[in-house]
């Protein structure tokens, strides 16, 4: 993983850039002096060598035009040549065809072989440099009309060289090496700026979500590795690291795919930003809000309990469930929430965020909005991960079946109608309700693809009773956001038409919860529904907060109402109520009444005595598969004995 510190603070380039600058400066330098002083002592050579040339001219002319004897006037001319410069290790020797004459200074007779010698093995020329024991000597070898001339001299071309120019190449080299030492510091400061800048921004970039600008997952990361330390995974720490505590919030946004497919991604991005703001709102200035992309967001509350982050959950759920306003449209997901306690939940903050993680999926599939870590359901969790990833390959294998049951009419026994309810026939888990497995897929964004996967179903199976005589209809249970599935009511209508199924066949159940949420977004499908020809039932009446505006809106056909308030009736006042409530209103809106959850004889004798027309329950029949279904509506038809 990126380190978020190396991305900010990059102090070494800075570092880096002077050593490089003054690297350069120093060859540059450097390289300057021995250029120059290697020039300036090649060139001191070659003026010597000349003048050696000139000299040994000098020697010759002198010597053929003088009248004087060769030794005479030899010594007077080496006395004139080289008397100024006494330290001078000089040889010269001139031979003729009549006499040979030689002079030395400073230069010991027993190593003039030698150097006669090195000189010779030199390349044919007449003059060079040649090194030998006894130091470095230019010499020159003039043959004239009358006398060859032979001059060796000690090389003073380096020393002069130096003399003459050290002091100037070190004045030079010392203002180029600080004119880089300064271009080096402002070209750094400058480049270390923009870079720095750059790392900023990079950071920022790296760290936040550039939708809502919160913090990302590599910015919590980093955070709670500061805050709690690189701890083991273990669910008890050590005590060192018990001053710490804190509660990590996962929040995921509620069939958030659904809306984004519907509407549109520019609406689920308002959606984001919005709940993101909302959420912010909550907050105080030490607890972050991060997103870790799509629809879930973690809260990290440094220093918080148990009990204050409870309260803080709900109030969450609360302001996520209050609806979105996108293109004049009241869009509302609602948000299951998971908390973590540190340290008593996890040992490490990945540890935290799966253990909230997990608790979020338990408020997700109970509905019931924030629920608190607890080590049992890990299991649950990982098994319902298993399923989600198994989902696909469950509607591509048609593993998903109709169980039905019976609704009755209460005074006679006579099955009035059936209700479709979905089953999971697992290769491995065996048949799974629907509490195990709805949710996943409202969840997973495949809830327009499983409703017309149900209602393909069971048009077939009321073409396939039609057909053997039986005519009874079929409810079956679509979510709200089935009806955000612009294809519908085309859907439905085909299939009821490649069936030859009369559309008054077919019932659909909403959930009042969720319907009543959703009825701007969802009145006009459910107006051609209607259209079509289609029932509409309003399922668990009496859960959710629907107002009775809405439900006359609405002129559903059937109200159902919800088995916890059929199961206390007989000594349970308020539920009473609501079922005479249920009465009332269906009388007035002329909507037919079902009674959910009928288990005993007394429930059944209660609701006929209240009015109560239709009923549904264990008494009569549980979920059964279609073949048992087919057997019981064609053998006994009447089920009030059952
Ligand atoms: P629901 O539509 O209210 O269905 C009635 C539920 O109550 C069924 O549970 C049924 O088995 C159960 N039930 C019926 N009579 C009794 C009784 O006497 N006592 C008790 N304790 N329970 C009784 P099930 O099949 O587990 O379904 C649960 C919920 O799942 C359904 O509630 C419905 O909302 C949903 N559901 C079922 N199938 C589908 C489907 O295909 N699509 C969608 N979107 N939701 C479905
Ligand atoms: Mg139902
Ligand atoms: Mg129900």
């Not at 079929?474 to 955000?484: D, F, G, K």
Request: aromatic share 6%; hydrophobic share 40%.
């Amino acid at each position: 993983m990126v380190q978020i510190a190396e991305l900010t603070k990059d102090r070494s380039f800075r570092n880096r850039l002077i050593l490089a600058c003054i690297s350069v400066a120093l060859f540059v330098s450097v390289t300057y002096v021995v250029v120059s002083y290697r020039l300036t002592s090649e060139l001191g050579v070659k003026t010597e060598l000349n003048a050696m040339n000139l000299q040994a001219r000098i020697i010759h002319n002198e010597l053929a035009n003088s009248g004087k004897s060769l030794d005479e006037r030899a010594m007077e001319l080496a006395r004139i040549l080289f008397a100024e410069n006494q330290d001078l290790a000089v040889f010269v020797r001139v031979t003729g065809h009549d006499a040979s004459w030689e002079y030395a200074n400073k230069i010991p007779s027993s190593s003039v072989p030698e150097l006669l010698n090195a000189i010779s093995q030199q390349p044919q020329d007449s003059q060079g440099q040649v090194t030998t024991a006894t130091g470095d000597f230019l010499w020159h070898d003039y043959q004239g009309q009358q006398y060859r001339v032979q001059l060796i001299q000690s090389n003073t071309a380096l020393e002069r060289t130096m003399s003459m120019v050290a002091k100037r190449l070190s004045i030079v080299s010392l203002i180029v090496f600080w004119i880089a030492i300064w271009l080096a510091l402002t070209l750094s400061s400058f480049i270390a700026k923009r870079v720095q800048q750059k790392n900023d921004a990079l950071a920022k970039i790296a760290t936040h979500d550039t939708l809502t600008g919160l913090p990302n997952r590599l910015f919590l990361l980093d955070l709670l590795k500061r805050e709690l330390g690189e701890a083991a995974d273990k669910p008890r720490p050590d005590t060192a690291r018990q001053e710490t505590e804190g509660c990590l919030f996962v929040i995921d946004l509620d069939k958030f795919k659904v809306v984004n497919d519907s509407f549109g991604h520019t609406a689920g991005d308002t959606l984001l930003v919005e709940v993101g703001r909302r959420l912010k709102s909550l907050l105080a200035d030490s607890q972050v809000l991060v997103r870790m992309g799509g629809d879930e967001f973690i809260v990290w509350a440094s220093g918080m309990q148990i009990d204050t982050a409870k309260a803080l959950a709900e109030k969450m759920v609360e302001i996520c469930n209050a609806p979105v306003m996108i293109n004049h449209l009241a869009v509302q997901t609602g948000a299951s929430i998971g908390i973590a306690h540190y340290p008593t939940h996890a040992g490490s903050g990945e540890m935290l965020i799966v253990s909230a993680d997990t608790a979020m999926y338990k408020a997700k599939q109970q509905h019931s909005g924030a629920v608190i870590f607890d080590e049992p359901d890990s299991e649950k969790y990982k098994a319902s991960l298993r399923l989600r990833t198994e989902l696909a390959q469950a509607l591509e294998r048609e593993e998903f079946r109709l169980y039905y049951q019976p609704k009755v009419a209460l005074a006679t026994g006579e099955i009035t109608g059936v209700e479709a309810l979905s089953r999971w026939h697992h290769p491995e888990e065996g048949i799974l309700p629907p509490g195990a497995f709805i949710a996943l897929i409202e969840d997973s964004g495949r809830i327009q693809e499983f409703g017309r996967y149900v209602i393909r179903h069971s048009i077939r199976q009321l073409a396939e009773w039609q057909k053997s005589g039986i005519h009874v209809p079929i409810a079956i249970n679509l979510s709200p956001y089935n009806l955000l599935d612009p294809g519908l009511i085309d859907f439905i209508s085909e299939q009821l038409d490649a069936n030859g199924v009369e559309a008054q066949q077919l019932e659909i159940e909403l959930t009042e919860n969720e319907t009543s949420q959703n009825i701007n977004s969802i009145q006009q499908r459910l107006e051609s529904l209607k259209q079509l020809g289609v029932l509409l039932a309003i399922d668990d009446f009496g859960t959710g907060m629907s107002s009775l505006a809405y439900i006359a809106e609405l002129d559903v056909d059937i109200i159902k109402i919800d088995r916890t308030f059929i199961f206390d009736m007989h000594d349970n006042h308020k539920h009473q109520a609501i079922v005479a409530t249920a009465l009332t209103l269906s009388k007035s809106f002329r909507s037919k009444v079902v009674a959910e959850g009928i288990e005993n004889r007394e429930q059944a004798a209660m609701l006929v005595e209240m009015g109560c027309d239709y009923g549904q329950g264990y008494l009569y029949a549980k979920p059964v598969p279609s073949e048992q279904m087919t057997d019981m509506l064609r053998e006994n038809p009447c089920l009030q004995l059952a």
